[in-house]
C-alpha cells in the first residue's frame, strides 16, 4: 500500500513481513530480575519464531512521585541491557533522557528509544540521530500523527535514516488516553514504520496519586487492533507479577499470560498480510 523503508535495528529487519514486537519490563528491579524475565522471554520467542527486540528502562525519569523507583543508572544498565542481548542474539532498546545518555547508550544500546514527553526536545532528537544506532520516537500524548514530519526532518538532518515511530495514545482529558488506530495509517502514510505501545495506550497518568494507574488488561485488545489496522510491531512490557512491579504495575501484561497474547497477534498479522 505505502512503500515504505527497512529499518535496520541490530540483526532485525523492520520490513512488514512479520511483525516485531518489543518486550521486557518496565525498569531493571534487579540484575537477577531482568535475567529471569530475558530468559523466559527468549523461550516463548523462540517457540513461537518473533522477530523481537528485549527491552527494559534504566531509569524512570518521569515518575509520578519524586519518592517512586527510578532505577540502577546510564551505566550500569546499559551494559547489562548488552549482555541480555548478546546472550539472547537479540537487539536491545531502552530510553534515553539527555545528550548525554545518549553518547553513553549508543555505546551498548541498539535502539535508542525517545520518551513520549522529550518527542518535541531537539537537541536530544540530534543527540540520538548523530549516534548512527537506529532511533525509536514515541509520539506525545500532545502531538498529531502528521506532526512526526517535523522529528523525522530532525533526525534526516543528522543522517539517521533508520528510525521508527510509536504510537502510545492521545491526552483525552484529564488521567486518560485514547489510542486512536488511524494514526497508525497515517504516520505509515507518510513513509514511516510505526509501532504500537499497548502498554502506554493504557495508561492512566497519575491516576493512583502517587502513582500512574490503568487497565492493562485492556492492552492485549488494543494491540490487536493495531495489529489489524497494519502498524509494523507491537511494544509490551511484561513482568512475572505485575501486582509487585517497582513501575508500571498495573499496564504490564502477566509474564504467564504473553505467549498466548502474541501468537493471537501473530495470527491477525497474517491474516492482513494475505488480505493486502
Same mark, same amino acid.
Given at each position: 500500500?505505502?512503500?515504505?523503508?527497512?529499518?535496520?535495528?541490530?540483526?532485525?529487519?523492520?520490513?512488514?513481513?512479520?511483525?516485531?514486537?518489543?518486550?521486557?519490563?518496565?525498569?531493571?528491579?534487579?540484575?537477577?530480575?531482568?535475567?529471569?524475565?530475558?530468559?523466559?522471554?527468549?523461550?516463548?520467542?523462540?517457540?513461537?519464531?518473533?522477530?523481537?527486540?528485549?527491552?527494559?528502562?534504566?531509569?524512570?525519569?518521569?515518575?509520578?512521585?519524586?519518592?517512586?523507583?527510578?532505577?540502577?543508572?546510564?551505566?550500569? #544498565?546499559?551494559?547489562? &541491557?548488552?549482555? @541480555?542481548?548478546? +546472550?539472547?542474539? $537479540?537487539?536491545?532498546?531502552? %530510553?534515553?533522557?539527555?545528550?548525554?545518555?545518549?553518547?553513553?547508550?549508543?555505546?551498548?544500546?541498539?535502539?535508542?528509544?525517545?520518551?513520549?514527553?522529550?518527542?518535541?526536545?531537539?537537541?536530544?532528537?540530534?543527540?540520538?540521530?548523530?549516534?548512527?544506532?537506529?532511533?525509536?520516537?514515541?509520539?506525545?500524548?500532545?502531538?498529531?500523527?502528521?506532526?512526526?514530519?517535523?522529528?523525522?526532518?530532525?533526525?534526516?538532518?543528522?543522517?539517521?535514516?533508520?528510525?521508527?515511530?510509536?504510537?502510545?495514545?492521545?491526552?483525552?482529558?484529564?488521567?486518560?488516553?485514547?489510542?486512536?488506530?488511524?494514526?497508525?495509517?497515517?504516520?505509515?502514510?507518510?513513509?514511516?514504520?510505526?509501532?504500537?505501545?499497548?502498554?502506554?495506550?493504557?495508561?492512566?497518568?497519575?491516576?493512583?496519586?502517587?502513582?500512574?494507574? #490503568?487497565?492493562?488488561? &485492556?492492552?492485549? @485488545?488494543?494491540? +490487536?487492533?493495531? $495489529?489489524?489496522?497494519?502498524? %509494523?510491531?507491537?511494544?509490551?512490557?511484561?513482568?512475572?507479577?505485575?501486582?509487585?512491579?517497582?513501575?508500571?504495575?498495573?499496564?504490564?501484561?502477566?509474564?504467564?499470560?504473553?505467549?498466548?497474547?502474541?501468537?493471537?497477534?501473530?495470527?491477525?498479522?497474517?491474516?492482513?498480510?494475505?488480505?493486502?
Amino acid at each position: 500500500m505505502f512503500s515504505l523503508p527497512v529499518v535496520q535495528v541490530g540483526t532485525v529487519s523492520v520490513d512488514g513481513s512479520e511483525p516485531l514486537f518489543i518486550l521486557g519490563p518496565c525498569v531493571i528491579e534487579s540484575d537477577d530480575f531482568i535475567w529471569e524475565v530475558a530468559e523466559r522471554l527468549g523461550v516463548i520467542a523462540h517457540s513461537l519464531r518473533l522477530k523481537w527486540i528485549f527491552k527494559a528502562s534504566y531509569d524512570k525519569a518521569n515518575r509520578s512521585a519524586g519518592s517512586s523507583y527510578r532505577g540502577v543508572g546510564v551505566h550500569a #544498565g546499559c551494559k547489562l &541491557l548488552r549482555q @541480555v542481548g548478546d +546472550r539472547l542474539g $537479540v537487539p536491545v532498546t531502552t %530510553d534515553i533522557h539527555t545528550e548525554q545518555e545518549a553518547r553513553v547508550a549508543a555505546e551498548y544500546i541498539d535502539l535508542l528509544q525517545i520518551p513520549a514527553f522529550l518527542s518535541r526536545q531537539t537537541d536530544l532528537i540530534l543527540a540520538a540521530g548523530e549516534t548512527g544506532r537506529a532511533v525509536n520516537v514515541k509520539k506525545g500524548q500532545f502531538m498529531a500523527p502528521w506532526d512526526v514530519k517535523n522529528i523525522a526532518e530532525k533526525l534526516r538532518s543528522v543522517g539517521c535514516q533508520n528510525f521508527l515511530f510509536t504510537e502510545r495514545g492521545t491526552t483525552f482529558g484529564y488521567q486518560n488516553l485514547v489510542a486512536d488506530m488511524r494514526s497508525l495509517h497515517w504516520m505509515r502514510e507518510l513513509g514511516y514504520r510505526v509501532i504500537f505501545d499497548a502498554t502506554h495506550s493504557v495508561q492512566r497518568p497519575g491516576g493512583l496519586g502517587t502513582a500512574t494507574g #490503568g487497565d492493562g488488561r &485492556l492492552a492485549p @485488545v488494543l494491540a +490487536r487492533a493495531a $495489529v489489524a489496522a497494519g502498524c %509494523d510491531g507491537v511494544f509490551m512490557e511484561t513482568h512475572p507479577d505485575p501486582s509487585k512491579a517497582l513501575s508500571d504495575g498495573p499496564n504490564q501484561i502477566p509474564l504467564p499470560e504473553l505467549a498466548s497474547v502474541l501468537e493471537q497477534l501473530r495470527k491477525i498479522h497474517a491474516l492482513v498480510q494475505h488480505a493486502s
